[in-house]
Nanobody
Framework: VQLQASGGGLVQPGGSLRLSCAASGSIFSINHMGWYRQAPGKQRELVAGITSGGSTNYADSVKGRSTISRDNAKNTVYLQMNSLKPEDTAIYYC???????????????WGQGTQVTVSS
């Protein structure tokens, strides 16, 4: 199983980015999916999460500016970020809690990270 994240880049303050993360491999089912971020010198933190049923939760720092969504048919999770601020600069990691084919229990998988830099 692999998670491939994409969509990061350099954007000016006030701009927008859309991150994508596709899970591939022998997947039986995907439970929770989410996005985390880690800025230099800081711990990794949850940005947003979404359940298999579509319930979402957000960090207070991005609430109202970001939208997480998923396409279950494509095993893909998205994070639309608007009104970006310099403090949003970080490496963004996607996460999926899933059951792979041939296993009984779910495990957490991580993508490789995508850099988001907000700067003028």
């Amino acid at each position: 199983v692999q998670l491939q994240a994409s969509g990061g880049g350099l954007v000016q303050p006030g701009g927008s980015l859309r991150l994508s993360c596709a899970a591939s491999g022998s997947i039986f089912s995907i439970n929770h999916m989410g996005w985390y971020r880690q800025a230099p010198g800081k711990q990794r933190e949850l940005v947003a999460g979404i359940t298999s049923g579509g319930s979402t939760n957000y960090a207070d720092s991005v609430k109202g500016r970001s939208t997480i969504s998923r396409d279950n048919a494509k095993n893909t999770v998205y994070l639309q970020m608007n009104s970006l601020k310099p403090e949003d600069t970080a490496i963004y990691y996607c996460n999926a809690n899933l059951v792979s084919s041939g296993w009984r229990y779910p495990l957490d998988y991580w993508g490789q990270g995508t850099q988001v830099t907000v700067s003028s």
